[in-house]
C-alpha cells in the first residue's frame, strides 16, 4: 500500500485539527470527500491525529473510510 504524499498527510492533520478546534465532524468529512482523501491511509500520523480523524470515519452516510486509524 502506498503512503500518503506529503502535502495530503498536512491535509489530513489540517482536517484533524477541524475537529479538535471547532468540533465538525461532518465539515472535516466533506473537505476530506472533496479532496478525494476519504479512503486515505492514516497509518503515518500521530495518535492525536488519528483520535481526530476516528470522529469522521462513516460520516456523509459511510463514504468516510480512514485507514490505519
Known amino acids: 500500500m502506498a503512503k500518503e504524499s506529503e502535502f495530503n498527510q498536512g491535509a489530513l492533520m489540517a482536517v484533524s485539527l477541524i475537529v479538535a478546534t471547532h468540533d465538525l465532524p461532518t465539515v472535516a468529512a466533506v473537505v476530506l470527500n472533496e479532496m478525494g482523501l476519504y ?16 470522529r469522521v470515519q462513516g460520516e456523509l ?9
Open 61 to 69: 452516510h459511510g463514504k468516510i473510510r480512514l485507514r490505519g486509524l
Open 39 to 54: 479512503n486515505a491511509d492514516c497509518t503515518e500520523l500521530s495518535d492525536f491525529d488519528k483520535e481526530n480523524l476516528r
